[in-house]
C-alpha cells in the first residue's frame, strides 16, 4: 500500500518585482493558492460528414488566486506592489514573477509576465475574513522538481 504526503506548510510562493523586491509567503496569514490554466490547449472542430479536426494551441497564460487574511503581511505587501504599480510607467505593469514550490508533492510553477487583475473586494465585518488577490501570468511553466 502506497502512502502519499501533503503539507500546505511545505508550500512556499516567492512574488518578485525587480522595483519593490520580494516578498516570500510560506503559509503565516496565508490561507490558499489556486492556479488556474486560461487558455484551451486543443479544439475541435466537426465537419458536417462527423471528420473532427484537432487544432493544438500553445497558450500557456492562467490565474493565481493568493487568498490572504485581511491583517496579514502578504495583502500589506501585496497592496504596496499594487499601488506602486499603479503609478509607475506601464513597461513595469507586468515585471512580476511568482515561483511557487510544493516540494512534498514534487511541484514547482514559475509565473511571468504577472500582473494585477483588479484589487481584491475589501470585507470588513464582525470577524476578520480572506481577502483574494487575482493576478494574471502570461506564462505559466509547471514542472516537477
Known amino acids: 500500500m502506497a502512502t502519499t504526503l501533503y503539507s500546505f506548510s511545505d508550500v512556499s510562493a ?3 518585482h525587480p ?3 520580494q516578498f516570500v509567503a510560506t503559509g503565516v496569514g496565508l ?6 490554466m486560461t487558455t484551451d490547449r486543443s ?3 466537426i465537419a458536417a460528414d462527423g471528420s473532427v479536426m484537432v487544432s493544438k494551441i500553445m497558450g ?8 490572504a487574511q485581511q491583517t496579514s503581511e502578504l495583502h500589506k505587501w501585496l497592496l504596496k506592489l499594487y499601488n506602486y504599480l499603479e503609478k509607475a510607467p506601464a513597461r513595469e505593469w507586468i515585471g512580476i514573477s511568482i515561483t511557487l514550490r510544493a516540494p512534498s ?3 514547482s510553477i514559475r509565473m ?8 481584491p473586494d475589501r470585507p470588513y465585518q464582525a470577524q476578520g475574513q480572506q481577502v483574494s488577490w487575482v493576478l494574471m501570468a502570461a506564462d505559466v511553466d509547471q514542472s516537477v522538481a
Open 43 to 45: 479544439t475541435h472542430d
Open 14 to 16: 516567492v512574488i518578485s
Open 112 to 119: 511571468t509576465g504577472v500582473s494585477f487583475q483588479k484589487l
Open 31 to 36: 490561507g490558499s493558492i489556486s492556479i488556474t
Open 19 to 21: 522595483s519593490v523586491g
Open 105 to 107: 508533492m514534487q511541484d
Open 60 to 67: 500557456r497564460n492562467g490565474t493565481i488566486t493568493l487568498s
